[in-house]
T-cell receptor, first 112, second 116 residues
Framework: QKEVEQNSGPLSVPEGAIASLNCTYSDRGSQSFFWYRQYSGKSPELIMFIYSNGDKEDGRFTAQLNKASQYVSLLIRDSQPSDSATYLCAVRKNTGFQKLVFGTGTRLLVSP | GAVVSQHPSRVICKSGTSVKIECRSLDFQATTMFWYRQFPKQSLMLMATSNEGSKATYEQGVEKDKFLINHASLTLSTLTVTSAHPEDSSFYIC????????????FGPGTRLTVL
């Protein structure tokens, strides 16, 4: 079992719709969770981080965390074609240098 | 948000030469920096963790003598690819952890290395 799992997609949604991206993790002791966006040929860009159970909203983005189910999600409201990218879920390990463990990413396609 | 720079953004070199890539945290101090490699259409692969003032910690399968990492200050880490070969051609990305601020990792823009 991978430490962080994401559906590779592509997830296709029409412009204006809500895009829902999901991520599960295996280490129950994990405390910190991150969502990054990566455009083709570019480096990852931090979108949001979440540490507590529940929802955290920032503009059109909402991160949801359920530690009991070991599940993190990212909702993108009013999706735009410019949101088309690969979304990486990352979980910070509590050991060593607390490096991030990344999922393989979900490719999102927003059609006009 | 915090800013991380990388230099150069793109480099083309001949096989057998060495290439140095710099990673700088511009507006925060980073005790810990990370070096990743990404091949086309593949996910990020962590190569090593760089700590200021101490030796880097390499991931399994990464040759420390080939990928030399130096973290000489709280704002600068360097990765040197020694005796580069075509199979080393990749996208190298650093990230820096902002311990004192948001305690998140911010990525540099990456360096695309092409070895002829």
């Amino acid at each position: 079992q991978k430490e962080v799992e994401q559906n590779s997609g592509p997830l296709s949604v029409p412009e204006g719709a809500i895009a829902s991206l999901n991520c599960t993790y295996s280490d129950r002791g994990s405390q910190s969770f991150f969502w990054y966006r990566q455009y083709s040929g570019k480096s990852p860009e931090l979108i949001m981080f979440i540490y507590s159970n529940g929802d955290k909203e920032d503009g059109r983005f909402t991160a949801q965390l359920n530690k009991a189910s070991q599940y993190v999600s990212l909702l993108i409201r009013d999706s735009q074609p410019s949101d088309s990218a690969t979304y990486l879920c990352a979980v910070r390990k509590n050991t060593g240098f607390q490096k991030l463990v990344f999922g393989t990413g979900t490719r999102l396609l927003v059609s006009p | 948000g915090a800013v991380v720079s990388q230099h150069p953004s793109r480099v083309i070199c001949k096989s057998g030469t060495s290439v140095k890539i710099e990673c700088r945290s511009l507006d925060f101090q980073a005790t810990t920096m990370f070096w990743y490699r990404q091949f086309p259409k593949q996910s990020l692969m962590l190569m090593a963790t760089s700590n200021e003032g101490s030796k880097a910690t390499y991931e399994q399968g990464v040759e420390k003598d080939k990928f030399l990492i130096n973290h000489a200050s709280l704002t600068l880490s360097t990765l040197t690819v020694t005796s580069a070969h075509p199979e080393d051609s990749s996208f190298y990305i650093c990230s820096a952890r902002d311990h004192m601020g948001s305690d998140t990792q911010y990525f540099g823009p990456g360096t695309r290395l092409t070895v002829l």
